[in-house]
């Protein structure tokens, strides 16, 4: 999981069986897009919390309040997407699940599947059931059916549930560091809804009764070269957690991407005395919080934070930088690079322990194999962070966690270097979540963390996003374009 906001992915296979409940809000444009609320009476959207308007919205109730903010939401897509028939969406607000430090923000997917329909594209191939609609320019399954089901946590910012981190409902993009903007994720569910996500299974690699999602004729595997609906199942369960071989090479979004992503990758360069067989250059993962190395390039001696206590320590023998840094680690970090292992806390956390103890950037250790972005917001950071590998992590330590506690003789340097796309590959094709580890409704079906800008589709919300779905600001109705909007 790239960080504490997740959403999670639904594919459904067969269509709801319950018909529209009473239409609480309708969003025309090219597309008319009809919110079917079906909270009950006091709760969701029906949630009578008195309100003050914020950002535009003029609702003076909670639920109030974020009906509007899904009419605006869905009249940013609508004006983007053609379609003859309506989409439908069912949407609710209920328990999801949470942590004190991190939730999932909300989970959406079409309601049924499609494949052999007047006017498909390609045969024997499953397309979302909004996507089918259009395609064939006729209502597919059951009259009035909702195409897409939404779900959003209705505990966000409470205790115990990303706590102090609640929904923004306003319209105007001012969420600040301590809110999650409403709009933003409204907009990644309904994305979702519309096609962005594969009906095949990544974990076992099972194509659903036989056939490929049309996502799958798009997706490939840089390992093998073959695209996911050529591979076998075990190819596509390998290919599903294999970091940075997992590529989109739909033709808009690669001819796009230039516009989008940003030129040069953000690397740690290990060098000095003590350097020896871990000097080099090496990948890493960018935070979306605090000042990127393309205009904060930094280079210092590299310590290591060690562990305090037996509950702060971690999988390579780093202190997790979840409190303020005391002692040597205090010490060792003024005016230096410090080296903190992933876990435990926000990313933005352990920045911000590390610029309080006066280090002047922060390198952490993942805690499986490979890189990401990392996403957080604290507007009181000015110190870059990046993410390494846990093997690069754990060979740095080697070298460090004998010297001394002021001076280690290693120096990293964090900066862009090259002139690869970030969040593409050598080739300039978009790369997809594939984690190392199987991660259930995120892998696959987004956007790689490693992409600069930070895109909407990617598996957690960044604080960066605008509201705009298209280049240069976006890649997600390109992809979606890719398979037939």
């Known amino acids: 999981m790239k960080s504490k906001q997740l959403f999670k992915v ?37 949630d009578t919390t008195p309100a003050t308007p914020v950002g535009g919205n003029t609702g003076t109730t909670l639920g109030e309040q974020r009906l509007i903010a899904f009419t605006y939401a869905a009249n940013l897509w609508g004006k983007t997407l053609t379609s003859s028939q309506p989409i439908i969406i069912n949407a609710q607000f209920s328990a999801l699940t949470c942590t004190a ?53 209705v505990n966000l910012g409470k205790t115990g549930c990303l706590d102090g981190q609640p ?37 076992t690699g099972a194509q659903n009764g036989t056939s490929p999602a049309v996502w799958d004729h798009y997706l490939m595997g840089t390992a093998t070269g073959k695209l996911w609906k050529d591979m076998t199942a075990a190819e596509r369960a390998a290919s599903a957690i294999s970091v940075d071989k997992l590529v989109w090479t739909g033709p808009r979004v690669t001819a796009l991407a230039p516009q989008v992503l940003r030129v040069g990758l953000p690397k740690a ?29 930094r280079t210092g001696v590299l310590m290591p934070m060690m562990p305090t206590s037996t509950t702060d320590t971690s999988a390579v023998g780093l202190s997790l930088g979840c409190d303020a840094l005391t002692g040597n680690n205090a010490r060792a970090a003024v005016g230096n690079i410090v080296l903190i292992s992933r876990g435990s806390c926000n990313f933005a956390i352990k920045a911000k322990n590390a610029q309080n103890a006066g280090a002047i950037g922060v390198l952490i250790v993942n805690n499986a194999a490979g890189v990401a972005g990392m996403s957080g917001a604290d507007d009181t950071l000015v110190i870059p962070t990046l993410m390494i590998d846990q093997t690069v992590g754990a060979n740095l330590l080697a070298k460090l966690a004998t010297r001394s506690r002021t001076s280690s003789g290693v120096l990293a340097t964090m900066s862009l270097v090259g002139t690869q796309l970030a969040g593409a590959d050598p080739q300039g094709r978009v790369m997809m979540y594939a984690p190392a580890t199987w991660t259930s409704g995120s892998s696959v079906s987004h956007f790689d963390t490693t992409a600069t800008r930070n895109l909407l589709m990617e598996p957690a919300i960044n604080g ?7 280049p240069p600001f976006d890649l997600t109705l390109p992809l979606l374009q890719d398979i037939g909007w």
């Open 167 to 203: 929904f923004y409902l306003g319209l105007d993009g001012n969420h600040g560091a301590s809110a999650v903007d409403f709009v933003a994720v409204l907009q990644h569910e309904m994305g979702h809804g519309l096609g962005f996500q594969t009906f095949t299974n990544g974990q």
């Open 101 to 153: 430090t991190s939730a999932t923000l909300g989970s959406a997917g079409t309601t049924s599947i499609f494949r052999n329909f007047a006017n498909a594209p390609l045969t024997n191939t499953w397309y979302s059931y909004a996507l089918a609609n259009k395609l064939s320019g006729s209502y597919l399954g059951t009259a009035n059916a909702a195409q897409i089901n939404a779900n959003f946590n």
């Open 10 to 46: 639904l594919a459904g296979t067969a269509a709801l069986s319950a018909g529209l409940l009473g239409f609480s809000g309708a969003a025309r444009a090219d597309v008319q897009i009809i919110i079917n609320n079906i909270n009950a009476s006091g709760v969701g959207f029906n």
């Open 269 to 297: 360069t290990i060098s000095g005395s003590a350097a020896g067989t871990t000097a080099g250059i090496y990948a890493t993962g960018e935070a979306a919080f605090g000042p990127s190395v393309a205009t904060a390039a």
């Open 464 to 470: 960066d996003l605008t509201q705009s779905v298209i």
